[in-house]
């Protein structure tokens, strides 16, 4: 493998990488405020539909961008409502998510456009276009560090600058401010925050809207930057892997760069080479494909470090009387 | 009276659809959707022609899940349409069980093999897709510059590897050394609706030097289609005309006439003769399309080329290998 097919893989990496990462803190803000949510998959869809849709329709990305957020966010309300208001389950509050995601995204794509649950390809305006960063032509000479800057830092859409920024400021606001102190008491120890006379409810709503505005990143990401319109179930299983990096990353903001990254890299592997030829030992690609699950596995049996969930996960918060 | 009305009401519609369902044609489309812009839609368009000719109906349902295979076939049955004609392989094995239950009603098959031996009221319409993709393969190799060539398949399965060893034929009929790569989106369905994914296999496929990508691969292939008109290089369509999704950068799409089968077996009414149908050049079941969108990309002497070895394979001439008779392919590595 040479530098310029090593830059062309990580290139890759970074753009099957961001929507995972966006999905990935996504899911984080929810679970660390004790609301699991399955529904990444269904809240992804949904941003990436409204956004291409209406980017076509206006031809401005940055109005579809919008809507995607509000879509994902109506989504996360849903979630909310169902499973923090009602105390409902929340995993199968999330997979009806998914469900209706999947629906109402076609239904709606057919009866405005007609052309089969699909939007119409974007033009010009109704995309996001790669930026190239200063002095990217100029260092493009460069030896090693020229083409690192031009083929791999520069060239990329704006939300994928806005995912990478994401990382450290998730971090900051989570460890570093008091909302994200008590954003996280709330995931362990709701009784506490209560008896401290914060508003429990308030909080782990404060968190779903973020994991709207985050998962509506990455659907507009899907449709708007790396493609020029929706397509059925276009997120094909994203939002599950950004759950299994999630737990791969064991609920922490860098972990899940990281573990985001490693997933991005797998895939582009997989891409660029079908079968890998380990001298007369050929690993299929399926294998490839299947790893970061297994990964997953191998994380929850504990076999390298314990990843242990915010402990009220999952349990809607019942105010005791 | 009011209760009165319902029972005339209901009795009158009975009357009607018993009626109209006598002998009417039925369609089934597959999880692709009606309007899939490819396979299905071509269906939906022989349905049409069909009416608009015969001046008959037709009644339609679109797939939403797997379960409703079995189901559709059977309400459709029973209900009296003849014949009931479906789309995608994965119809195949539920028409098989279903199908003795109804001797007297006709099934069709498109894509998918019934035996006819078993099922002597099943029509299996087949398609030479590795002829189509030959022809297609070759005008890929006489457009690029660079002398390599692109394939991105769907899911992984025995069809659509027919698609890849035909164009790989195809490609290196024009030169021996043209290089082909070809790659599969992946394993699951999901990879018919995984247009990201296309677009990261695109640019790998450029990076390694291909300069004209076949996309045989249901919603990945707009993936696909896209990002080819993007980095400025052609692609190839598949089933339906596309050229007109990239105006002169799409070079041509492989044609499958899913319309032309549908609307003579619904023309043909109960009477349909069954057993196993293949529809290639000679029938014009396949082909390449050629309209506005790409008349300036292809040039005459490549049109000449094609339909000399268009003719040469009707005539028998030029032997295109089958990947599904062997699973194996002489011009392409899996």
Same mark, same amino acid.
């Given at each position: 493998m040479d530098y310029a097919t090593l830059l062309q893989v990580l290139d890759s990496t970074v753009r099957l990488a961001t929507p995972l990462l966006l999905a990935c803190l996504a899911g984080l803000f929810s679970e660390r405020a004790g609301i699991v949510d399955i529904g990444l998959e269904g809240k992804m869809l949904a941003a990436a539909f409204f956004s291409a849709a209406i980017a076509?329709?206006?031809?401005?990305?940055?109005?579809?961008?919008?809507?995607?957020?509000?879509?994902?966010?109506?989504?996360?309300?849903?979630?909310?409502?169902?499973?923090?208001?009602?105390?409902?389950?929340?995993?199968?509050?999330? $997979?009806?998510?998914?469900?209706?995601?999947? !629906?109402?995204?076609? #239904?709606? %794509?057919?009866?405005?456009?007609?052309?089969?649950?699909?939007?119409p390809s974007l033009m010009g305006g109704g995309r996001f276009e790669s930026i190239t960063l200063p002095f990217a032509e100029a260092l493009r000479g460069v030896p090693v560090i020229g083409p690192l800057y031009y083929e791999l830092i520069s060239g990329h859409s704006i939300?994928?600058?806005?995912?990478?920024?994401?990382?450290?400021?998730?971090?900051w606001i989570l460890f570093r401010t008091r909302f994200g102190l008590r954003l996280r008491a709330v995931g362990e120890a709701p009784e506490a925050v209560d008896t401290a006379g914060v508003s429990v409810v308030g909080l782990r709503f404060a968190a779903i809207a973020i994991c709207g505005l985050l998962t509506g990143l990455a659907g507009a990401y899907l449709a708007t930057g790396l493609q020029a319109g929706f $397509?059925?179930?276009?997120?094909?299983?994203? !939002?599950?892997?950004? #759950?299994? %990096?999630?737990?791969?990353?064991?609920?922490?903001?860098?972990?899940?760069?990281?573990?985001?990254?490693?997933?991005?890299?797998l895939q582009a592997v997989a891409l660029r080479y079908q079968n890998i030829d380990l001298g007369g030992f050929i690993i299929p690609v399926q294998f490839m494909d299947a790893l970061p699950y297994i990964l997953t596995v191998v994380i929850l049996a504990g076999f390298v470090g314990k990843a242990i969930p915010p402990r009220a996960g999952g349990e809607p918060y019942v105010k005791e009387r | 009276m009011t209760f009165m009305k319902s029972i005339l009401g209901t009795a009158a519609t009975l009357a009607l659809t018993a009626g109209a369902a006598l002998a009417d044609p039925a369609l089934i489309y597959d999880l692709g959707g009606k309007f899939d812009k490819s396979f299905n839609e071509a269906a939906y368009n022989g349905a049409e022609i069909y009416a608009k000719e015969?001046?008959?109906?037709?009644?339609?349902?679109?797939?939403?899940?797997?379960?409703?295979?079995?189901?559709?076939?059977?309400?459709?049955?029973?209900?009296?349409?003849?014949?009931?004609?479906?789309?995608?392989?994965?119809?195949?094995?539920?028409?098989a069980s279903v199908a003795p239950d109804y001797p007297d009603t006709k099934f069709v098959t498109i894509d998918g093999f019934v035996d006819p031996a078993e099922h002597p009221n099943v029509l299996s319409i087949l398609f030479s897709e590795?002829?189509?993709?030959?022809?297609?393969?070759?005008?890929?190799?006489m457009a690029s510059e660079s002398g390599t060539v692109g394939f991105v398949g769907g899911m992984d399965i025995p069809l659509i590897r027919k698609f890849a060893c035909g164009y790989a034929q195809g490609a290196k009929a024009v030169s021996d050394d043209v290089k082909v790569i070809s790659n599969m989106t992946g394993t699951t369905p999901a990879a018919w609706n995984d247009p990201v994914k296309g677009s990261e296999l695109t640019k790998a496929q450029i990076s390694q030097g291909?300069?004209?990508?076949?996309?045989?691969?249901?919603?990945?292939?707009?993936?696909?289609?896209?990002?080819?008109?993007?980095?400025?290089?052609?692609?190839?369509?598949?089933?339906?005309?596309?050229?007109?999704?990239?105006?002169?950068?799409?070079?041509?799409?492989?044609?499958?006439?899913?319309?032309?089968?549908?609307?003579?077996?619904?023309?043909?009414?109960?009477?349909?003769?069954?057993?196993?149908?293949?529809?290639g050049l000679a029938e014009s079941g396949v082909g390449y399309a050629l309209d506005e969108n790409n008349a300036e990309l292809v040039t005459e002497e490549m049109k000449a080329a094609v339909d000399e070895a268009s003719q040469k394979i009707i005539?028998?001439?030029?032997?295109?290998?089958?990947?599904?008779?062997?699973?194996?392919?002489?011009?392409?590595?899996f």
């Open positions: 076509a329709v206006t031809g401005s990305v940055w109005l579809g961008l919008l809507a995607g957020i509000a879509a994902s966010m109506v989504m996360s309300g849903i979630h909310g409502l169902a499973s923090i208001t009602f105390r409902g389950n929340q995993l199968i509050s999330g $997979v009806a998510i998914n469900f209706l995601a999947s !629906g109402i995204t076609v #239904l709606i %794509a057919q009866d405005w456009f007609s052309q089969g649950g699909r939007t939300l994928v600058y806005v995912a990478f920024l994401m990382v450290p400021l998730t971090w $397509v059925r179930e276009m997120t094909a299983g994203r !939002g599950y892997i950004a #759950l299994a %990096a999630l737990i791969f990353a064991k609920w922490r903001p860098w972990y899940a760069l990281y573990a985001c990254l490693l997933f991005g890299l | 015969t001046g008959g109906s037709y009644k339609d349902i679109e797939l939403q899940s797997e379960a409703q295979r079995e189901q559709a076939l059977r309400r459709f049955a029973e209900a009296g349409f003849n014949p009931v004609v479906t789309t995608g392989f994965s119809m195949s094995s539920p028409i590795h002829e189509g993709s030959y022809l297609v393969g070759m005008l890929a190799a291909a300069d004209v990508i076949f996309a045989a691969a249901g919603g990945t292939g707009i993936g696909v289609l896209q990002t080819a008109a993007d980095e400025g290089i052609l692609s190839v369509g598949v089933d339906s005309n596309q050229n007109y999704l990239h105006p002169g950068k799409v070079l041509t799409s492989m044609l499958k006439r899913v319309d032309v089968a549908v609307a003579e077996a619904m023309t043909a009414g109960p009477e349909l003769e069954t057993g196993v149908k293949v529809l005539a028998g001439e030029i032997e295109v290998h089958d990947y599904s008779a062997d699973d194996s392919c002489p011009a392409l590595n």
